[in-house]
């Protein structure tokens, strides 16, 4: 009797409540922003607004990260660098690799973000590459899919992402998605101030969890934190991070300041 009440409990746990706050993340993309200063000021800035039971990632270029771990070191913030090279080292002039990030005190690495698939022709198998090589240095990866407008009005979305998913995040182990976030960011709605409604994020976010679930079950799909991303700002998060499976943001201009991007992590407490 005993068991199947704890079972049933358990049940419930994983499956009625609405919004898992375990999974609440807020990463911030600050993209080619900032100078060294003014990332400095932003992070004290941050520092002083996050409480210990925050999980805030800040995704910085690769020259700042050194001093920035420094900075974070022992507080909520986590670092993250904007790319790594699919390659473990060699003679790739100018490029980086998830092991050197490793070395700096890097915590993930965004992948797949669409700038980087659209300006830089990366497709789904390097981005698994990637993924692949992250893992392999110990980095935890945030995986960015979404679709382009012309697909939404398509009226395709749901298919289009469920391919960018099925060619990457259902490559994984069930013991590597512990170490993987997902953004969903709508082209359409990255740096255009356009947002998706808090019912397409909803609706987008529970086709995922459910190739989550059809792939590697429901305990590993209910733990995954699917952050939603594009034009986030104060004055909508409320709304998307009320949405059952948006576990959060991934928020690019409104994250350079302090006080809109505390404002966003308020929101998802
Ligand atoms: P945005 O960018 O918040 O400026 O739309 C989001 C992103 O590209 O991650």
Partial sequence: MCVILYTYLNYLDVNKIPHMKER?????????????????????????????????????PYLYISGLAKLTNNSPIEIAAQNCHQKEKGAYTGEISANMLASVGTDY?????????????????????????????NLKVIYCCG???????????SHFVAEQIEASILQLSSEEMKNIIIAYEPIWAIGTGKTASAEQAQEMHKVIRGLLVSKF????????????????????????FAMPDVDGGLVGGASLKADSFLSILRSNR
Wanted: aromatic share 6%; charged share 25%.
């Fill in 24 to 60: 609440n993340v807020l990463a911030g993309n600050w993209k080619m922003n900032l100078d060294y200063m003014d990332a400095i000021q932003l992070v004290q800035a941050l520092l002083e607004g996050v409480e210990d039971t925050d999980r805030m990632i800040i995704s910085v």
């Fill in 217 to 240: 079950g429901s305990e590993t799909a209910e733990a995954c934190s699917i952050l939603y991303g594009g034009s986030v700002k104060p004055a909508n998060a409320d709304e998307l």
């Fill in 109 to 137: 690495v965004v992948l797949g973000h669409s700038e980087r698939r659209e300006y830089f022709g990366e497709t789904d198998t390097l981005i698994l590459e990637k993924i692949k090589m992250a893992f392999a240095s």
């Fill in 147 to 157: 679709e382009p407008l012309d697909v939404r009005e398509a009226d395709n979305h």
